[in-house]
T-cell receptor
Framework: SQQGEEDPQALSIQEGENATMNCSYK?????LQWYRQNSGRGLVHLIL?????REKHSGRLRVTLDTSKKSSSLLITASRAADTASYFC??????????FGAGTRLAVHP | NAGVTQTPKFQVLKTGQSMTLQCAQD?????MSWYRQDPGMGLRLIHY???????DQGEVPNGYNVSRSTTEDFPLRLLSAAPSQTSVYFC??????????????FGPGTRLTVL
């Protein structure tokens, strides 16, 4: 099964700054997904990037994928306090089963 | 659409008791799964189902049973609760059908405490 490992484990920034978190995985993938979890709530899907894509944007989110390095990054630009959450990556080999890592805990301070 | 619903929201059990956590989705999704999340940790996959009548084990299946008699419902049964099963349980579903359709939708979770 695929599992991503997020780095760093925790990130603390000021409002307005950019936040970058990384994901590494070990085997080939069909796509890689990023999810957000606000405290105590279920995960929410943010973005899916396919293995033949190198970059994808959604609002203030920018995701890159480097399949040669088996890594992905999630950039949140102009962070807001409301972005405070845990972020998880989920590399997918094409099957529906997703395995999640421990996530990156992002704290955005006003 | 209500999406993925879970009941109850909170539950306290005594060691040895059994119970069923309910999960339902109204999106006609083929794939459903159960995860548990311990404090400060990521999610661990307990069981999953790729369609009615088909279930399989995830990473941490011991102590839990599942069945999938309908597309909509995927209950999780705790056979004999133990304090180690104190956790938040999340149910998720996805459309299925291939790599472009496996975005998962999560329920709000059930907080379970076993004394």
């Amino acid at each position: 099964s695929q599992q991503g490992e997020e780095d760093p484990q925790a990130l603390s920034i000021q409002e307005g700054e950019n936040a970058t978190m990384n994901c590494s995985y070990k085997t080939s993938i069909n796509n890689l997904q990023w999810y957000r979890q606000n405290s105590g709530r279920g995960l929410v899907h943010l973005i899916l990037i396919r293995s033949n894509e190198r970059e994808k944007h959604s609002g203030r989110l920018r995701v890159t994928l480097d399949t040669s390095k088996k890594s992905s990054s999630l950039l949140i630009t102009a962070s807001r306090a409301a972005d405070t959450a845990s972020y998880f990556c989920a590399p997918s080999g094409g099957y529906n089963k997703l395995i999640f890592g421990a996530g990156t805990r992002l704290a955005v301070h006003p | 659409n209500a999406g993925v619903t879970q009941t109850p929201k909170f539950q306290v059990l005594k060691t040895g008791q059994s119970m069923t956590l309910q999960c339902a989705q109204d999106m006609n999704h083929e794939y459903m799964s159960w995860y548990r999340q311990d404090p400060g940790m990521g999610l661990r996959l307990i069981h999953y189902s790729v369609g009615a009548g088909i279930t399989d084990q995830g990473e941490v299946p011991n102590g839990y049973n599942v069945s999938r008699s309908t597309t909509e419902d995927f209950p999780l049964r705790l056979l004999s609760a133990a304090p180690s099963q104190t956790s938040v349980y999340f149910c998720a579903s996805s459309l299925g059908g291939g790599p472009d359709y496996n975005e998962q939708f999560f329920g709000p979770g059930t907080r379970l405490t076993v004394l």
